[in-house]
């Protein structure tokens, strides 16, 4: 199969869809394998490395796109490389489609077959291609917000883990699943005091054995939020509804409950965000104010450590790109299990429960698809 691996283009997304490693894997299977220049060269992959590893080295992006069979990146495409995409072809990615109608419409006008990381399940309904992804964001969250804080920032000049004398700030995790069992990690070690809330009773009993209840667990309601928001210095938005938008849970209103100066981090923003003021921002403007609170809604989070967060990503995708480039996608959507949830889009049609109910379109079936009559 021809596979090519674009150059990102997002604003500041230094990640890359595959590393030197996999492509050597891939060739070594008889694929062909383009990767464009400079694809990798920001976190220290130069075009030599993967031309060792048996890679092409292509410069222009459009002609990559027009000549695969699979494309592998990490970050949607943004519309001009929607417009190189065509029947026939295979996009592998995160696509977030849910949150962004001007994507979608674009990869349902090409009539591409678009996978997406973040719905692929696992054989425990977890999601593999999202977690290592949510890791690093769950543990980010939590240093860009104590960055935040700071006064300079427009924090309240808050150290999150205080001194000997003086009590450390407070920290609530709105979500317990893996980004906000990361970001519960990292403020508890740094000393914060830390409370997380979910609508799952056993997930929570989970965390109260994960951190031996030094970290405060509490059941999600509107009621909960309202009186933890009052108590908090930083609160971190880690919800996630598989393939749908973000719930919002935090509204305008209830920002006056924060204190002043106080630091909200919307790790869901790809998903829309989940609080009602959130909106996309860019590493290189990451934080606005709104009534007196400061929000960081940076969309790429991981980008910011792009070379851990490619070697994590590419260690959970190369199972699958070596599925789709051996067996071809039907095959292996059928073959691997939990991989069938991944399509999103395919020849004009959205298979993805929470992409058509976010646009009220049609919902194509998936069954019918994969068991023609």
Not at 71 to 78: G, L
Not at 284 to 291: K, N, T
Request: one cysteine or more.
């Amino acid at each position: 199969m021809r596979i090519g691996v674009p150059r990102e283009i997002k604003v500041h997304e230094y990640r890359v869809g595959m590393t030197p490693m996999g492509v050597r894997e891939l060739v070594g299977q008889g694929h062909t394998v383009t990767v464009q220049h400079d694809a990798g060269s920001a976190i220290g992959f130069d075009d030599d490395a993967y031309r060792e590893a048996g890679a092409r080295i292509i410069d222009d992006a459009e002609t990559l796109y027009r000549e695969a069979e699979l494309i592998v990146k990490v970050k949607e495409p943004q519309l001009n490389e929607c417009a190189w995409l065509d029947v026939g072809q295979v996009l592998f990615t995160y696509l977030h489609l849910a949150a962004d109608r001007a994507q979608t419409d674009a990869l349902l006008e090409s009539g591409c077959t678009a996978i997406a990381y973040e719905t692929i399940e696992d054989r425990h309904g977890g999601l593999p291609l999202l977690a290592p992804m949510s890791e690093v964001a769950g543990r980010m969250a939590v240093q860009a917000g104590a960055h935040c804080l700071e006064r300079e920032q427009g924090g309240r000049g808050v150290l999150l883990s205080g001194v000997p004398g003086v009590s450390p700030g407070r920290v609530l995790v709105i979500g317990g699943g893996v980004v906000g069992s990361q970001a519960a990690r990292i403020a508890h070690g740094m000393g914060a005091q830390v409370t997380i809330l979910d609508k799952s009773l056993p997930r929570l009993r989970e965390l109260d054995d994960l951190f031996g209840g030094q970290v405060r667990t509490l059941y999600s309601t509107g009621d909960n939020i309202r009186q933890q928001l009052a108590q908090s210095d930083l609160v971190i938005g880690a919800v996630l509804v598989p393939g749908a938008r973000a719930p919002k849970l935090v509204t305008r209103d209830m920002l006056s409950l924060l204190p002043a100066g106080a630091v909200l981090v919307d790790v869901a923003i790809d998903q829309g965000g989940c609080f009602e003021t959130s909106r996309p921002t860019t590493h290189a403007d990451p934080i606005f104010e709104v009534d007196g609170i400061v929000h960081y809604c940076v969309a790429n989070m991981p980008g910011a450590v792009a070379r851990t967060a490619t070697f994590a990503l590419a260690n959970a995708t190369l199972p699958y790109v070596e599925a789709l480039a051996n067996r071809g996608w039907r095959e292996a959507l059928a073959a691997v299990p939990g991989f069938a949830p991944g399509l999103n889009v395919h020849a004009g049609e959205i298979y993805c429960p929470g992409v058509a109910a976010a646009f009220e379109r049609p919902l194509a079936d998936l069954d019918a698809l994969q068991n023609p009559a």
